[in-house]
């Protein structure tokens, strides 16, 4: 069985920019989530969708934004980027009764 | 606001010997908590998970201790072994709201051969 796959791996982007990151759950998992992982704040909560509705928000500001498609794959989304988003974005998906399972996460940096 | 906090930030210990990690949380409704294991270069792992129902889950040489009327519980690591050697956290959260998974902070364990 396939894991959580999150493309890209990488990334580079420039300050005021936007990015766009993807992420495919295992097959059969409906719920994603996304965190953010940084040296400084650990891993933080940015949202959960299930069945293409955001089920919870965590707390950042509106330039983060999410989405998951009937196929259940979901992107995320970062506009006007700060030097402060450069992270590691993971996302993690599941289905009901089971653990969460974490790809290996987009690495994201801002100059 | 820092709702699980997790102790120490870095652990190091021979191998054969016995790692403890300890996390504390504040919310009361929380009633999953599991713990990962991340190495880098890679997404975290569940390790093993425990519900306040139970005291103490073990699972090979990974056992949750749990203290309910404290709001502590702690992971150990029984014979630890220089693969062992990652970065743990622990986590919390309401499984009737949804995959919302609260983190403590990390500890970077590091097993000497």
């Known amino acids: 069985k396939a894991g959580v796959t999150q493309t890209p791996r990488y990334l580079i982007k420039t300050r005021g920019q936007q990015v766009t990151l993807s992420c495919s759950p295992i097959?059969?998992?409906?719920?994603v989530s996304w965190y953010q992982q940084t040296p400084g704040q650990g891993l933080q909560f940015l949202f959960e969708?299930?069945?293409?509705?955001?089920?919870n928000k965590g707390n950042f500001p509106g330039r983060f934004s999410g989405r998951q498609f009937s196929n259940s794959r979901s992107e995320m989304n970062v506009s006007t980027l700060e030097l402060g988003d450069s992270a590691l974005y993971l996302c993690?998906?599941?289905?009901?009764?089971?653990?969460?399972?974490f790809g290996q996460g987009t690495r994201l940096t801002v100059v | 606001q820092q709702q699980v906090k997790q102790s120490p930030q870095s652990l190091i210990v021979q191998k054969g010997g016995i790692s403890i990690i300890n996390c504390a949380y504040e919310?009361?409704?929380?009633?999953?908590f599991p713990w990962y294991q991340q190495f880098p270069g890679k997404g975290p792992a569940l390790l093993i998970a425990?519900?306040?129902?139970?005291s103490e889950k073990k699972e090979g040489r990974f056992t949750i201790s749990f203290n309910k009327s404290a709001k502590q519980f702690s992971l150990h690591i029984m014979d630890s072994q220089p693969g062992d050697s990652a970065t743990y956290f622990c986590?919390?959260?309401?499984?009737?709201?949804?995959?919302?998974?609260?983190f403590g902070t990390g500890t970077r364990l590091a097993v000497r051969p």
């Open positions: 993690a998906s599941r289905t009901p009764g089971s653990e969460a399972f």
């Open positions: 097959s059969g998992h409906r719920s």
């Open positions: 969708y299930f069945s293409e509705t955001q089920r």
């Open positions: 919310n009361t409704a929380f009633d999953y």
């Open positions: 425990i519900r306040p129902d139970v």
């Open positions: 986590a919390a959260s309401i499984q009737s709201s949804g995959d919302k998974l609260t």
